[in-house]
């Protein structure tokens, strides 16, 4: 899985490194931005008014209240109380509490392939079966409602979808998630939305909450966001579930209490600036993830047996490769291209540890700066033409 193949790949960098080659880093999904300083003068206040002591389990009430009204006024969820939102150490501690809360051992997730790998092992780790729903670039990686029907079983509990997504940085349309609101409704299934790249889009594509498109099906949707891309927060851990439904209100708190007894107390005041603070820096590294985007698709556009899917949201670039690129290159699949350029100092994931659909490609991210993005982007261009020596 990707845990492993990135500790393979980062393992090359470093040894790279060592050698005295520049290191680039698009392997890694951090964001190279720091938080706004509103943001880190809450963190020095919070600590320096000893806001240190246990905080209540389920988020601090005021975090908690304007998140409520985020979720309701910017992503149009209706009737979302402060109740109705769990802070969580990111979300990916929001998922692994989730479906520890809504899985039985067998219970079946359908989930997109290729996904983030963790969040298809979280569905594991609580027991649960994932069902991958293949996903292609020649219909821009649709996460397409009738694939889903077709995919259900009796065991089939939930409907696990992610966007902007990653690996792949496809947007789904407002009308294919309202499509998936259908197949849950007429199935009675849960929906849990995971928009960790809400703010992480580019024009003209539009990020759509899907619990805004179903105000009658509220208490089934689950949503998760987080802090870590939109906030550039990813070391603070914050992230939340907004959930309705009465089991999760019963259940989510317990799970909670057990894994982390509330999240770091002075982050949440952090994200208290974040979410109620200036936004202007949420739009600016929108701008600086687009150039780099830009930047690192043109570096790779037109390399023969490449082909490259110009990612609508995310830091991610999903790159497929044709078998004529193993054999220039003389290698044997996409982990060997993936070693050969972290030999030359250029990081990337295999696309295999993203499930069974990306044998043929790797993932590239563009969140560290835009100088290591312009100047891994020209290395590789040359590696996978074939002319690096
Ligand atoms: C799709 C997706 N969901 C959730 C997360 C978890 O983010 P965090 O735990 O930092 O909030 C990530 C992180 O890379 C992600 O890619």
Request: proline fraction near 6%; charge should be negative; hydrophobic fraction near 45%.
């Amino acid at each position: 899985m990707a845990l492993g193949k990135i500790v393979q790949v980062r393992e090359r960098l470093f040894a790279a490194e060592a050698q005295g080659l520049p290191v680039y880093r698009l392997e890694s999904g951090d964001p190279s931005f720091t938080p706004p300083p509103h943001v880190v003068a809450a963190l020095e206040e919070a600590a320096r008014a000893g806001k240190t002591h246990y905080v209540p389990n389920n988020g601090i009430p005021s975090l908690r209240g304007a998140l409520a009204e985020k979720v309701r006024t910017k992503n149009g969820i209706p009737k979302v109380a402060a109740a109705d939102i769990f802070v969580t150490n990111g979300a990916m501690h929001a998922l692994n509490v989730l479906f520890g809360a809504l899985l039985r051992p067998g219970d079946e997730v359908v989930v997109p392939d290729p996904m983030w790998a963790e969040a298809v092992e979280n569905v594991r780790l609580a027991g649960g079966v994932p069902v991958a729903i293949p996903l292609s670039r020649e219909d821009g990686f649709a996460y397409a409602p009738d694939a889903i029907e077709a995919a259900l079983t009796p065991s089939t509990v939930a409907i696990f979808l992610n966007t902007p997504h990653n690996p792949t940085g496809a947007v789904q349309t407002e009308e294919r998630l309202a499509g998936i609101v259908e197949v849950a409704r007429r199935k009675d299934l849960w929906i849990i939305s995971d928009e960790a790249y809400e703010d992480v889009v580019y024009e003209p594509a539009r990020h759509v909450s899907l619990a805004s498109l179903a105000p009658d099906y509220g208490e089934r949707i689950v949503s998760v966001f987080s802090f870590s891309k939109s906030h550039a927060m990813a070391g603070l851990r914050t992230g939340y579930v907004v959930a309705r439904s009465p089991v999760l209100h019963d259940r989510l708190p317990k799970l909670l209490r057990c894994t982390i007894n509330g999240v770091n107390s002075i982050t949440q005041w952090a994200a208290l600036a974040a979410v109620t603070g200036d936004q202007s820096h949420v739009g600016m590294m929108r701008e600086e993830y687009r150039r780099r985007r830009d930047l690192l698709v043109e570096a790779l556009e037109g390399i023969d047996g490449v082909r490259v899917f110009p990612p609508q949201g995310t830091f991610f670039l999903w790159v497929e490769l044709e078998p004529s690129v193993y054999r220039r290159l003389g290698v044997s699949g996409a982990d060997g291209v993936s070693a050969l350029l972290a030999a030359r100092g250029v990081g990337s994931v295999p696309g295999d540890g993203f499930g069974t659909n990306g044998d043929d490609a790797i993932r590239l991210a563009f969140s560290c700066s835009t100088d290591m993005v312009r100047e891994g982007g020209r290395l590789m261009r040359e590696v996978l033409s074939g002319k690096a020596g």
